[in-house]
């Protein structure tokens, strides 16, 4: 999954996505635990497109935010 491709997608498709996507790497490390994956490497494709929706998902709330503080003048607290 590309970044542009990612970019297209609204805020609810992003957060559905990260939702399947870690369920399946779960469901991929559960079974790696037991036997031999046909592709391991799946996993890993996982894990980064995961980080890649992460990034653009954390990207708009900053973006969000800062159209907020710009007309509030306040900062929004730090997030933890």
Do not use: V, W
Not at 7 to 29: P, V
């Amino acid at each position: 999954m590309r970044a542009e491709e990612i970019r297209e997608m609204s805020d609810a498709d992003i957060r559905t996505r990260i939702g399947e996507m870690e369920e399946e790497r779960f469901r991929l490390k559960f079974r790696s635990a037991t036997e031999t994956l046909e592709d391991p490497l799946r996993l890993r494709t996982i894990r980064r497109d995961i980080a890649r929706l992460k990034t653009i998902q954390r990207e708009r709330e900053l973006a969000a935010s800062e159209t907020t503080t710009r007309r509030t003048g306040k900062r929004p607290r730090a997030r933890r």
